[in-house]
């Protein structure tokens, strides 16, 4: 049976066009301390650089790092912090509060993750997914968003 179902995977045209094989990548991550509870530490990102899609071109990444649950925000890569700080308040802050800790992509040099492991392992498979279900012209991408 377990065979039959990695046979099967692996035939998936647009699965084995799309996903990448996945390695250890070179050089060590930092890892972070356990928080106390849901919603007391969050890490944040900005994956950019997607196709214009009701002119959005970036997806704001928010993870709790104590359950692991994730928030996809569709905007645009020349946000502004007022901007930034109006889409927590709507999107996070709201719905779970004020964190006690916040870890930022931008803690990082751009393109080089080494800050926080699982903020980028969210943001692979989110493009993943995202490139698997893209239309033909790659400008609808901001309605598969809060499926995935």
Known sequence: MNQFI???????????????????????????QIPSGPWNSLSMDLITQFPLSNNFDSILVAVDRFSKMEIFIPTYGAITSLELARIFISHVFSKHGLPQLKISGDLSTAFHPETDGKEERVNHILEQYLWMYFSYHKDDWHTWLPLA
């Open 6 to 32: 990695k046979d099967y995977v692996s035939s998936c045209q647009q699965c084995s066009r799309n996903k990448n094989i996945h390695h250890r990548k070179f050089g060590l991550l930092k890892p972070l």
